[in-house]
C-alpha cells in the first residue's frame, strides 16, 4: 500500500520558483508522477520519474519544472522555476507500480492509482 502526502505549495510572483514535496511510504517498486488541475479543466501530468528515476515532463513544463526523488527520505519533489500565471492549479502526487517496466512511462491520469490529497499553486501575474 502506498501514501502519500504533499507539502509546499503556495502563492507566488511570476517569475518565482516553489518546491513540492510529496512524502511517499512503500513506494520503491513504483513510478510517480505529479498532476495539476485548474478549475474547470482536466487533471493533466505534469511530470513522471520511473522507478530508475527516468524522466519525462510535459512540454508546457520543460526547462522549467524538475521532478526528482530522495531515496533517504522516501520523497517525491518537483522544483518549480519561472513560473507563470498558467501553472495556477492544485498538484497532485501519484504512484502506480511499475516493478520491471523500466521503459514504460505515462502522464496519463488513468495509469496510476494512488494519489495524495493535493496542495494548491496560485502564480499572480
Known amino acids: 500500500q502506498v501514501q502519500l502526502v504533499e507539502v509546499g505549495g503556495g502563492s507566488v510572483q511570476a517569475g518565482g520558483s516553489l518546491r513540492l514535496s510529496c512524502a511517499a511510504s512503500?513506494?520503491?517498486?513504483?513510478?510517480m508522477a505529479w498532476f495539476r488541475q485548474a478549475p474547470g479543466k482536466e487533471r493533466e501530468g505534469v511530470a513522471f520519474?520511473?522507478?530508475?528515476?527516468?524522466?519525462t515532463y510535459a512540454d508546457s513544463v520543460k526547462g522549467r519544472f524538475t521532478i526528482s526523488k530522495d531515496m533517504a527520505k522516501n520523497t517525491l519533489i518537483l522544483q518549480m522555476d519561472s513560473l507563470k500565471f498558467e501553472d495556477t492549479a492544485r498538484y497532485y502526487c501519484?504512484?502506480?507500480?511499475?516493478?520491471?517496466?523500466?521503459?514504460?512511462?505515462?502522464?496519463?491520469?488513468?495509469?496510476?492509482?494512488?494519489w495524495g490529497q493535493g496542495t494548491q499553486v496560485t502564480v499572480s501575474s
Open positions: 512503500g513506494y520503491t517498486q513504483y513510478c
Open positions: 520519474i520511473s522507478r530508475t528515476s527516468r524522466t
Open positions: 501519484a504512484a502506480t507500480y511499475c516493478g520491471g517496466l523500466d521503459a514504460w512511462s505515462s502522464l496519463e491520469a488513468a495509469d496510476f492509482g494512488y
